[in-house]
């Protein structure tokens, strides 16, 4: 567990998504150091806390959107699930900071292969 009193470094980032994918959802990328790699859990020995996440729908009707947080044994927990987005708004997921610890991950998920776009903003946190 990364200790966040005595850190060495906190770095603002940011994510977006843009045409959040169907199925199996897409990854956000929660280790900028891996930025188009494989990795997208929080690296070891850092904690990311998720400040704001926001899923957008662009297009003309209603769709839904799930944001799923997976650990680091791949258990998974739905922040939100198949929750409508109205056409052509926003909805804010989190009301407050969410602290997400080394290994864990999270995915975003569209009922349409086109039209839901996400960002996500978190201070990544090492020791």
Not at 1 to 21: E, K, L, P
Not at 57 to 80: C, E, M, P, R
């Amino acid at each position: 567990m990364t200790n966040i009193v005595n850190v060495a470094s906190i770095y603002g980032r940011i994510a977006h998504i843009a045409d959040v994918s169907t199925g199996s959802g897409s990854a956000v990328d929660l280790n900028p150091a891996d930025v188009g790699g494989a990795g997208t859990t929080v690296p070891a020995g850092d904690v990311a806390k998720l400040n704001a996440i926001y899923v957008s729908n662009t297009s003309s009707g209603d769709l839904t959107a799930t944001v799923t947080i997976v650990d680091a044994s791949s258990n998974t927990f739905d922040l939100i699930n198949t929750i409508t987005v109205p056409a052509n708004a926003t909805l804010d997921v989190i009301s407050k900071s969410l602290y997400l610890p080394a290994g864990y991950g999270m995915t975003i998920t569209a009922s349409s292969a086109t039209g839901i776009d996400a960002l996500v903003s978190w201070e990544e946190i090492s020791e």
